[in-house]
C-alpha cells in the first residue's frame, strides 16, 4: 500500500485512538453521577473529569472504598455551605490517603449548589472533606497561585436534592468541642455514596 507521510500519521493516530474500543476497555465517563444518601434524603451529584480530572478521581476513589458511609455532615454554616467526609458519627476523623493538587484553576465556579474541596490554608492539603455552596461563593473562587488567591476546586454540582442541602444548611448547629463548633442537630449522616452506573 502506497501512502504519504501524512496520511500514514493519521492513520497510525486513529489506531491509537480507537485502540481502547477495540480492546474493549470504556473510556471513562467524562460526568460520572454519585448517590449520596444521607438521613436528610438524598443528593445527586454530577461530577466533571474534564475539567477537574484529579479532583474527580480522588473523591470517586474514596467513594468505592466506601470511605464515606457513615461520616457525617460536620460543618455547616447557614447561606454559606454544608461539609462533611472527614468524620464519623461519634466525631472521630478519619484516616486519609495523601493530599492532591489543588485545581481551583480549572474555570468553575464556586456557585450555588456545586461541590468542592475543602482544605487547610496550604492551597494543596485537600484531602477527603469536600463541601456543597448553598449560595454563590465567587470569593472562593481562584484568583492567583498564592496562598490566599488559590481558591478552592469546584469539581462538580449537586442535580437532584438541592432542596435536601438547603434543609441541611437551615437546622440549628451547636459545638461537640473545641474543633467542630457549627454540628447540625440533628446530625446528619452520610449513610452510603455510590457511583451511579450508566
Same mark, same amino acid.
Given at each position: 500500500?502506497?501512502?504519504?507521510?501524512?496520511?500514514? =500519521?493519521?492513520?497510525?493516530? #486513529?489506531? !491509537? #485512538?480507537?485502540?481502547? @474500543?477495540? @480492546?474493549?476497555? =470504556? &473510556?471513562?465517563?467524562?460526568?460520572?453521577?454519585?448517590?449520596?444518601?444521607?438521613?436528610?434524603?438524598?443528593?445527586?451529584?454530577? !461530577?466533571?473529569?474534564?475539567?477537574?480530572?484529579?479532583?474527580?478521581?480522588?473523591?470517586?476513589?474514596?467513594?468505592?472504598?466506601?470511605?464515606?458511609?457513615?461520616?457525617?455532615?460536620? &460543618?455547616?454554616?447557614?447561606?454559606?455551605?454544608?461539609?462533611?467526609?472527614?468524620?464519623?458519627?461519634?466525631?472521630?476523623?478519619?484516616?486519609?490517603?495523601?493530599?492532591?493538587?489543588?485545581?481551583?484553576?480549572?474555570?468553575?465556579?464556586?456557585?450555588?449548589?456545586?461541590?468542592?474541596?475543602?482544605?487547610?490554608?496550604?492551597?494543596?492539603?485537600?484531602?477527603?472533606?469536600?463541601?456543597?455552596?448553598?449560595? %454563590? %461563593?465567587?470569593?472562593?473562587?481562584?484568583? @492567583?497561585?498564592?496562598?490566599?488567591?488559590?481558591?478552592?476546586?469546584?469539581?462538580?454540582?449537586?442535580?437532584?436534592?438541592?432542596?435536601?442541602?438547603?434543609?441541611?444548611?437551615?437546622?440549628?448547629? &451547636? =459545638?461537640? %468541642?473545641? &474543633?467542630?463548633?457549627?454540628?447540625?442537630?440533628?446530625?446528619?449522616?452520610?449513610?452510603?455514596?455510590?457511583?451511579?452506573?450508566?
Amino acid at each position: 500500500m502506497n501512502l504519504s507521510f501524512s496520511r500514514y =500519521a493519521a492513520l497510525v493516530i #486513529l489506531l !491509537l #485512538l480507537a485502540a481502547p @474500543a477495540l @480492546a474493549g476497555e =470504556a &473510556r471513562p465517563d467524562p460526568r460520572p453521577r454519585v448517590l449520596m444518601e444521607t438521613s436528610a434524603g438524598n443528593i445527586t451529584l454530577e !461530577l466533571d473529569r474534564g475539567k477537574a480530572p484529579l479532583t474527580v478521581e480522588n473523591f470517586l476513589r474514596y467513594v468505592r472504598d466506601g470511605f464515606y458511609d457513615g461520616t457525617v455532615f460536620h &460543618r455547616v454554616v447557614r447561606d454559606f455551605m454544608i461539609q462533611g467526609g472527614g468524620y464519623t458519627s461519634d466525631f472521630r476523623k478519619k484516616q486519609t490517603r495523601p493530599p492532591i493538587r489543588n485545581e481551583a484553576d480549572n474555570g468553575l465556579s464556586n456557585r450555588r449548589g456545586t461541590i468542592a474541596m475543602a482544605r487547610t490554608s496550604d492551597p494543596h492539603s485537600a484531602t477527603a472533606q469536600f463541601f456543597i455552596n448553598t449560595v %454563590n %461563593n465567587r470569593h472562593l473562587d481562584f484568583r @492567583a497561585p498564592t496562598e490566599a488567591g488559590y481558591g478552592y476546586a469546584v469539581f462538580g454540582k449537586v442535580i437532584s436534592g438541592i432542596n435536601v442541602v438547603q434543609r441541611i444548611q437551615s437546622l440549628p448547629t &451547636r =459545638a461537640v %468541642n473545641k &474543633r467542630l463548633v457549627n454540628v447540625p442537630q440533628p446530625v446528619v449522616v452520610i449513610e452510603r455514596v455510590s457511583v451511579i452506573e450508566k
